[in-house]
Nanobody, 115 residues
Framework: QVVLVESGGGLVQAGGSLRLSCVAS????????MGWYRQAPGKQRELVAA???????NYLDSVKGRFTISRGNVKNKVYLQMNNLEIEDTGVYYC?????????WGQGTQVTVSS
């Protein structure tokens, strides 16, 4: 079992920045990939960024060059630095952890970008 807790969401103007944090606890030793998903109202949840245990990263095309995913020195933390935010980035952002034994989700943190 893995428990994920996100923080760092909020309200920001377009062009601004936010940094999301996720802390994993429980059986974290065999997590393969950690990532951030988002869900806007009326839309499906989509992968924003992911980072593997080896450090390789993957990004949604629309956030490339603006968002950066990273892991802390202690591998149970993952961050999402979001710069030059756009109104279309608004949504609930969820931390995700993938293991061979299952997939785990945080409770989500709201990000709202205003004009």
């Amino acid at each position: 079992q893995v428990v994920l807790v996100e923080s760092g969401g909020g309200l920001v103007q377009a062009g601004g920045s936010l940094r999301l944090s996720c802390v994993a606890s429980g059986s974290i030793f065999s997590i393969i990939v950690m990532g951030w998903y988002r869900q806007a109202p009326g839309k499906q949840r989509e992968l924003v960024a992911a980072i593997s245990s080896e450090g390789s990263t993957n990004y949604l095309d629309s956030v490339k060059g603006r968002f950066t995913i990273s892991r802390g020195n202690v591998k149970n933390k993952v961050y999402l630095q979001m710069n030059n935010l756009e109104i279309e980035d608004t949504g609930v952002y969820y931390c995700n952890a993938y293991k061979y034994s299952g997939t785990y989700w945080g409770q989500g943190t709201q990000v709202t970008v205003s004009s």
